[in-house]
Every structure is written in C-alpha cells, then in structure tokens.
C-alpha cells in the first residue's frame, strides 16, 4: 500500500501505511495559530519543502513517522513546527516539570543545530529549550535543567549522565525524536537511545528521521514505533 504523489518534475514523496493523511501544499493549511504563522513568516520560508508537505500532516495527527529525506531538506522543522503545537496543546503546562519534547540527534553540532531552529520558534510562545551535549560543564547543564525546560535537545550520552544526576525526570515527555537514526547507530549509541526510550511513557508520539534505513534501524524503528507511517522523499525513477 504504497502512495506516490509527484510534488514536482523529478521529486516524488511515497508514504506507506494506513490512513495516511494527504501531504499539505503550504503552510496555510497546516492549522497553525496566527503566532506560529508570523514565526514561519518571520524566516522567511515561503511554503513547505517535499519532506514538510508530507511529514506535517501526519505528525499534527499525532501519529508516528519514519521520515527519510536526504540532508538540507527541512526535516527539522517538519518536527519542530509540530513539536510546538503539540506543547501548546498541554493542559496545565506548569503542572508537571520535566520537558515535553525530547530530541536526540548524533552530534553536539547537530544539537545545537536543532536548539537553534527549535528557539525561533518556541521563543515567542514561551516554552523554554535546553542543549545537552558532551564538551559543557556537566554542573552547568545539571543546573540549566534543574531550571526547568519544556523542550530538550541532546546528544544521547550526556542526556543519559543527566537523567543519572537526576537533572530531568521524563514523567511529562509525550514527543520523541530521534533525528539521523542512521549516524546516532554508526557512533553506537544504540544502547544509550534505547535506554532513554525506555524512561519515556509508551504512549509517547515518536518521530524517526534518517537518511537511510540500515536493517539495524529498520528494527528498532519496529520495536518503539506504534503503527508508523513511512514517508521517503527522493528522485523519481
Ligand atoms: P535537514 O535536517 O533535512 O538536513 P534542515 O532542517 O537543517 O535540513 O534544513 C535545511 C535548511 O533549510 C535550513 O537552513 C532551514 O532553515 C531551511 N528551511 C527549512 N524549511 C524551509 C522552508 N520551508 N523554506 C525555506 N527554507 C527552509
Ligand atoms: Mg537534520
């Protein structure tokens, strides 16, 4: 069961899956509130790449998604943008401490990578963004958390020294991402990601994106997906 739509000449997005929802033209279409509106707006992206016209719609579902998208096609904010509704979308934000969103990424570049796109955006909605990564005093990052965040950006060492030190609890993260799978498992921090899966509630959202699928991932992707929609974007042919 396997949808191709044509997004232009030479780029196909294919989904697999049940019930997929159908891929967004712009962001107009997204649902997002007039404040998450003027953020996109504000930087200038004027319609949503291949990788966002589909991953968008799903993820605002809230369903689970394994996206793979080669490098420099907007993944980030195909996470992101959804990340902020989801957060918005909490009742009692100040209830529970603890981050909401929960990103892995392979690199402390990468992180911060992603710290950076994720605080255009939370920015003017209040919700706090943390960096965790090897290379920084640990006591800093133990007490930048112990401040309190509602988004976590992290390398999956540090996070899982952090989690020891009991820096963060887990009990409110509903939103996981594990962004390039495929080079978090080449530098071995397949143990690491499981663990920190394992601290995070089953009926989390979980978000994969990778530029490839090694069978090593295609197998975790299995085991701490729920019912997951597939989206590959690439060349046609
Ligand atoms: P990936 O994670 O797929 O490698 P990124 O998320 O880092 O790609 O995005 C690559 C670049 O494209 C970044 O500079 C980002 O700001 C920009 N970008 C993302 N989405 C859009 C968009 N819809 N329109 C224009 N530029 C975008
Ligand atoms: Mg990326």
């Excluded at 009742?91 to 994720?118: D, F, M």
């Excluded at 020294?161 to 594990?178: E, G, S, V, W």
């Amino acid at each position: 069961e396997e949808d191709v739509f044509e997004y232009k000449k030479s780029l196909a997005i294919r989904t697999s899956g049940f019930d997929v929802p159908r891929p967004v033209k712009t962001f107009e279409d997204c649902g997002f509130s007039s404040q998450l509106m003027a953020a996109i707006k504000k930087q200038d992206y004027q319609k949503p790449t291949p990788i966002q016209c589909a991953a968008l719609p799903i993820v605002l579902s809230g369903r689970d998604i394994i996206g793979i998208a080669k490098t420099g096609s907007g993944k980030t904010a195909a996470f992101v943008l959804p990340m902020i509704v989801h957060i918005m979308d909490q009742p009692e934000l100040q209830k529970e401490e603890g981050p909401i969103g929960v990103i892995c990424a392979p690199t402390r570049e990468l992180a911060y990578q992603i710290y950076l796109e994720s605080k255009k955006f939370a920015k003017s909605h209040g919700i706090r963004v943390c960096a965790v990564y090897g290379g920084m005093s640990k006591l800093d990052q133990f007490k930048e958390l112990k401040a309190g965040c509602e988004i976590v950006v992290a390398t999956p060492g540090r996070l899982i020294d952090m989690l020891k030190m009991k820096a963060l609890t887990m009990q409110r993260a509903t939103y996981l991402i594990l962004d390039e799978a495929d080079r978090m498992f080449d530098l071995g921090f397949e143990p690491q990601i499981r663990s920190i899966v394992g601290q995070i509630r089953p009926d989390r959202q979980t978000l994969l994106f990778s530029a490839t699928m090694p069978r090593k991932v295609e197998k975790l992707a299995r085991e701490i997906l729920s019912d997951p929609i597939r989206v590959t974007v690439g060349e046609v042919g």
